[in-house]
Structures are given as structure tokens and as C-alpha cells.
């Protein structure tokens, strides 16, 4: 418990600090990113500490840092005149371990809540909000049945709600080595009719759709209409330009039946940061003139 006092202590001087007047010059771009990055960190620790001790606490200083983490990031996309097109949900099932589909109930139910703050957040910037691995797999024992009627109950209930903040949710086909429920765009497409869950959109990454999809580019034109966002990385999960993809093909394919959607890259780090982002955007601006 003295522990936990202390590094509470610690985190709220570090959260404070970061109030203080004149703490950071949040005119300069260096720092604004660095007090965005050092509020990250303390969320994190308050939202860990908090479900490992219990103690609500932690989520409610987690809730002020992250207010004064929002209205930094409100201010640095109005600098730089960006937009943030999706809140991305990874962490809710790597992080959290928590998936649509569970069998257990209140791990579903926490699913929902979590994605309602979500939804709220997303609302604020006017994002979509995704649902990649947490929507669940098929788990053991149990029939595609079951899981298809858990993931409807679960997602129709935050779609429900999302929509009513004017959010859009996208689901993502992911392939077979790392889920076994909804791999290509034929699934994703077919459960979405099968279900009928009003305004809710596929977000495809060629990257699995390399894995699982007949054609990238064939089932991109097949099912524009339902599609919302893509993720571009090559074929290794590098940067595109940097594996055996064809984008050439690809783009082409998107310019055909006029998709007017967010494009954005989800690849790996490698060499490092810097040069990763550099080659995709210089290798992505031959193929996407700015301004289209």
C-alpha cells in the first residue's frame, strides 16, 4: 500500500508540474509533443495502477490528465491543420484482454463500457472508432453461432450509442495467424449483411488482405460502399515501397471507383521512426499527388 502511495505521489507532482504556468513553452512544437507524451505516460500508469489496485482513484486523476491531454492535442492539430480521422482500440484487447466475444460476461460488459468513453473521445474530433482484434475470435469449444450472436449484442450496443455522438465504427478484417474470426473482406462484408447494424463500415489493411484476400485490389472495388478507411503497409509490414506489394495496382483500383476515404500507413518502425514515415510519404506522394 506505501507503494502505491508513493507512486501516486510521484505521478500527481508530474501531472502538476505539467499544470503549472510557464512549466512548458506550449508555443514551442518541441515541447507541446513532449508534454503530450509525458500526460501519455501518466495515463497509463493511473489506468494500470488503477485496475491492479482497485482503487478508483486512478481513474479519476486518469480522467483529469486526460482532459488536459485532449486540449493539447486539440491545439496541436489546429497548428499544423490536421485532422484525426480514427481512435484506434488495439490496446483494449492487447492491453486490456478485453474482446467482444468472450464467454464471460463481464468482460464483454467492461468491452462496452470502455468503448462508449471511446466513443466519446472519438466524438470530440470527429473520428470514426475501430474495432480490430477486440471484436473477438471463435473460442474453444464454441460454434461461429455463438460468436457471431455475442460480437452483434456487444457491437450493436456501443453502435448504438456511437451514433448518437455522430461516430462512425469500422470493423477490420484481420488474418488468420492472429485471429480466427473475420480474416478478409468477404467475411467482414457477409457478417455486416448478416447482421444489419446500421452505419457500421470496413476499414481493410492490405497488409492482411495480402494474407487472405483473393485480390487486394479486386475485393477493394467489389465492396467500396462498405469500406470507410484503409491501412496501407507493404507486404513485410514495412513501409510501402519497401516489400512486393503492388500500390500502383492498388491506388489505381481506389482512383477507379472514386474513393474519397482516409488512407494511412500502420507499419513497423524499422530502420527507425524517422525513415520509415519519410519512405512512406515519399514513396505513398508518387503515387497520391498532394491534394488528392
Do not use: C
Request: charged share 25%; hydrophobic share 45%; glycine share 8%.
Amino acid at each position: 500500500m506505501a507503494e502505491n502511495i508513493l507512486e501516486l505521489n510521484e505521478l500527481l507532482a508530474k501531472a502538476n508540474e505539467l499544470k503549472k504556468d510557464h512549466a512548458l513553452d506550449l508555443s514551442s512544437d518541441e515541447d507541446l509533443s513532449i508534454a503530450i507524451m509525458n500526460l501519455i505516460s501518466i495515463e497509463e500508469h493511473f489506468f494500470f495502477t488503477g485496475a491492479k489496485t482497485g482503487n478508483d482513484k486512478y481513474f479519476d486523476l486518469l480522467g483529469e490528465v486526460r482532459e488536459m491531454r485532449k486540449a493539447l492535442m486539440k491545439k496541436m492539430i489546429k497548428d499544423y491543420g490536421l485532422e484525426i480521422p480514427v481512435v484506434s482500440t488495439g490496446q483494449v484487447f492487447a492491453g486490456l484482454n478485453l474482446w467482444f466475444t468472450s464467454p464471460d460476461a463481464a468482460i464483454r460488459a467492461k468491452a462496452v463500457e470502455i468503448f462508449k468513453g471511446l466513443s466519446e473521445v472519438a466524438a470530440e474530433f470527429g473520428a470514426m472508432i475501430n474495432m480490430g482484434r477486440v471484436r473477438g475470435f471463435i473460442a474453444e469449444g464454441e460454434t461461429v453461432e455463438v460468436t457471431e450472436q455475442r460480437f452483434a449484442q456487444v457491437a450493436g450496443e456501443i453502435n448504438e450509442y456511437a451514433r448518437t455522438l455522430g461516430v462512425t465504427m469500422i470493423l477490420e478484417p484481420v488474418n488468420r495467424y492472429e485471429i480466427n474470426f473475420i480474416n478478409n473482406l468477404d467475411e467482414g462484408v457477409a457478417l455486416l449483411r448478416k447482421l444489419n447494424i446500421p452505419g457500421m463500415k470496413l476499414m481493410p489493411d492490405v497488409f492482411h488482405m495480402n494474407i487472405e484476400d483473393v485480390s487486394i485490389e479486386g475485393n477493394l472495388k467489389k465492396y467500396i460502399d462498405d469500406i470507410a478507411y484503409i491501412h496501407f503497409a507493404d507486404s513485410n509490414r514495412l513501409a510501402p515501397g519497401w516489400g512486393h506489394l503492388d500500390f500502383p495496382v492498388i491506388v489505381s483500383a481506389l482512383n477507379e471507383v472514386g474513393y474519397k476515404g482516409w488512407v494511412s500507413v500502420e507499419i513497423l518502425p524499422k530502420p527507425d521512426p524517422d525513415r520509415a514515415a519519410k519512405q512512406a510519404i515519399d514513396y505513398l506522394r508518387t503515387l497520391i499527388p498532394k491534394g488528392k
